[in-house]
């Protein structure tokens, strides 16, 4: 039987963090101003090569998720202060970024 990765919770931690915690015990935190700069949306990374479009620089340090959602059971998508919507966030793609990932 194959496990899929799941969150079991998500949560604002401080103003500028995102911690979940995750159905294999472990837990991961991340920035948020990293979180919305790694956007994987078609807006933010070219579908056909995989370049990165998005100009970090012209996204504001203050940029917050405005809301949080779970999309079926393999994403997450955020809604962001700097009214930015179209980014979903798979859970496989979300352990990847973990910045304390071994």
Known sequence: MVTI???V???RKEDDKILIRWNDGT???YATHALRCACPCAACVNEWTGEKMLDES???ATTRPARLF???R???AVHWSDGHKTGIYS???LKKLDPGRP
């Open 5 to 7: 990765i799941a969150p």
């Open 9 to 11: 919770g998500v949560f």
């Open 27 to 29: 837990a991961s935190e």
């Open 58 to 60: 012209k996204i504001p």
């Open 70 to 72: 779970s999309v079926g």
């Open 74 to 76: 393999y994403a997450m």
């Open 91 to 93: 859970y496989e793609y």
